[in-house]
């Protein structure tokens, strides 16, 4: 079973609350994108005041695209949100984060961005709880598909079988099948879901391509 999850990256408290309207009826999680400004070129919401500020049933995966993720994750503890994706490529103790986020009972993803080698994700497999490819360069949503993480996905998947792989960026019904079959079980979509007409519509398109 492949997981769909939509995905919302905004600088504004009210889309953001839109779009989780939007969104709610059909799904149980959602992708939540954090930028700073830095690491990458764009700046998001916080996300943390936004999320303590609604009233949802929506679990929350939180995609930190930042350059020192250690010195926010404490005010993220206040929140329900469940789930971190931290960056290899980003600055600080990465073991130090990961083991402060499981002693807060959260679980934690590890990401690396297109150009990056598989082998930046070997030293940190036996803390992490899944790992995140990023299928598009991050910062901004509708950014083109990058084909060559295809082939990385499926040279992990081959190497480490067990562990989940989620996918981020590009997803639509021509680039999903072929990551599903490399190996990838989450598919993390943005603009294809949240520029459609139709949220239900979007993620059956997405799911019917891949059965």
């Given amino acids: ?92 103790d990465l073991n130090t984060i990961i083991d402060e986020l499981h002693a807060n009972r959260r679980k934690v993803g590890l990401t690396i961005n297109p150009e990056m080698p598989v082998e930046k994700l070997d030293p940190h497999i036996a803390r992490v709880d899944f790992v995140q490819f990023m299928t598009v360069n991050p910062g901004f949503q509708g950014s083109p598909f990058v084909n060559e993480v295809v082939d990385k996905v499926s040279e992990f998947h081959q190497k480490y079988p067990d562990i989940m792989i989620m996918c ?22 943005g603009s294809y879901i949240i520029k459609s007409e139709s949220v239900e519509k979007a993620i059956e398109e997405l799911k019917n391509c891949i059965k």
Avoid: C
Wanted: aromatic letters at 8%; hydrophobic letters at 45%.
């Fill in 1 to 92: 079973m492949v997981d769909i999850i939509p995905a919302i990256l905004t600088d504004s408290p009210l889309k953001f609350k839109e779009l989780m309207l939007r969104i709610e009826p059909y799904v149980k999680r959602v992708h939540l994108d954090i930028a700073d400004g830095d690491f990458v070129p764009n700046k998001t919401i916080n996300g943390y005041d936004e999320i303590m500020d609604i009233e949802s049933a929506l679990e929350f995966d939180i995609h930190l695209m930042v350059r020192k993720p250690q010195e926010i994750i404490k005010k993220w503890l206040f929140t329900h949100a469940d789930r971190f994706i931290i960056h290899a490529e980003s600055e600080g």
């Fill in 168 to 189: 981020d960026g590009g997803i639509t019904p021509e680039t999903a099948s072929g990551l599903v079959k490399a190996g990838a079980s989450v598919l993390v979509s």
